[in-house]
Nanobody, 123 residues
């Protein structure tokens, strides 16, 4: 499975961005998907996940209420809508996928990774 993330950019505090991650697989609906992020000098951290069935989502406390993860199985794409952005959201954002597993916030549990897209929030 190849994942291609896009949609990053430079935005002011309080602004919004929508990240997309397109997957090259015929069995997209079989994959639990997640977004992680990594800021300079920091560990990669979980941001949000959506179960393979689409029936549940999970968010890091730091983004709850501001970010929304969704998926469109017809387009083989997962999205991350980011609102009320803060400077501390600045990072490279990665999408990740694993087949038929529950959402986990541990990066080593994911099999496939996109290349990352830079999000910069200016103060």
């Amino acid at each position: 499975v190849q994942l291609q993330a896009s949609g990053g950019g430079l935005v002011q505090t309080g602004g919004s961005l929508r990240l997309s991650c397109a997957a090259s697989t015929r069995t997209f609906s079989a994959y639990t998907l997640a977004w992680f992020r990594q800021a300079p000098g920091k560990e990669r951290e979980f941001v949000a996940g959506i179960r393979w069935s689409g029936t549940s989502t999970y968010y890091a406390d730091s983004v709850k209420g501001r970010f929304t993860i969704s998926r469109d199985n017809a387009k083989n794409t997962v999205y991350l809508q980011m609102n009320s952005l803060k400077p501390e959201d600045t990072a490279v954002y990665y999408c990740a996928a694993v087949a038929f597993k529950e959402i986990v916030a541990v990066s080593t549990q994911y099999e496939y990774w996109g290349q990352g897209t830079q999000v910069t929030v200016s103060s």
